[in-house]
């Protein structure tokens, strides 16, 4: 089975879909074989999303591994999407969660040892208050680096802040569908890379997918466009920003 993949089996997404069905199943020849030729698409999906070089010796690439096995096992073929970009969304999901994760570590209360006769109570509100001035000035600096980063991100697509809020859509069934149109893109992988190759959104392959009219897509574009860059980024504080509309 593996020089078989090797020779390239693996090449069409047909039968990298079919490869992971028959893993799925429970054959391990399959799933091992499956897992090691995969491990340049792992790297570069772990790149793309983290945004920098990832190799096996980072843990964002275990997390990665455990993402695809995760894409294996719960792969419908019924839903009419390809394993290489079910395995990217759930992966990207992991990464995203890791990052969460372990950017809250590093705002964990910090304990530092009472000095001389002074009370372990005086000490530790001392510290409670340090530490919290500490994370609010580390959160301002983080949301207004965020910030800047986005602006820059933005007018890569000759978008402005300015122009996001005069594009916005106005009623809430309206936003609500340039928001699920920016979803698609975000998470379907050609698409995504179309919109950041040539900086347009693929409107006929979209209008395709979903009940608007090319002409609201148009209307809409620099809010979707602003919305899948959001999506398809590391900004989390601008992300809880927007939690429960967007994401």
Do not use: W
């Not at 096992?73 to 019924?78: A, D, G, T």
């Not at 800047?148 to 069934?173: I, M, R, V």
């Amino acid at each position: 089975m593996f020089l078989s993949i090797i020779q390239g089996l693996f090449k069409s997404k047909l039968n990298m879909n079919e490869l992971a069905i028959e893993a799925k199943t429970g054959n391990e020849e399959v799933m091992n074989d499956l897992l090691f030729v995969s491990i340049p698409f792992m790297k570069k999906t772990a790149s793309f999303i983290c945004k920098r070089p990832i190799d096996e010796h980072d843990e964002e690439f275990s997390v990665t591994i455990l993402g695809f096995h995760e894409a294996i096992m719960n792969y419908n073929p019924e839903e009419d999407t390809s394993f290489q970009t079910f395995a990217h969304l759930i992966i990207k999901r992991r990464l995203i969660d890791f990052i969460r994760k372990e950017a809250s570590k590093k705002e964990e209360l910090l304990t530092l040892e009472p000095i001389g006769e002074e009370s372990s109570e005086q000490h530790y509100l001392f510290n409670e208050k340090s530490v919290h001035t500490y994370q609010e000035s580390q959160r301002a600096a983080s949301r207004k680096e965020e910030l800047s980063l986005y602006s820059g991100l933005l007018k890569q697509f000759n978008l402005s802040f300015e122009d996001l809020s005069n594009s916005s859509p106005k009623h809430a069934d309206a936003r609500k569908n340039a928001i699920h149109i920016a979803q698609i893109v975000a998470e379907h992988e050609e698409f995504y890379e179309y919109l950041m190759a040539n900086k347009k959104l693929p409107i006929k392959e979209i209008e395709s997918l979903v009940e608007v009219s090319r002409k609201t897509i148009e209307r809409n574009r620099k809010y979707i466009i602003a919305v899948v860059l959001l999506l398809n980024s590391d900004f989390m504080y601008l992300k809880d920003y927007v939690k429960g509309e967007i994401i």
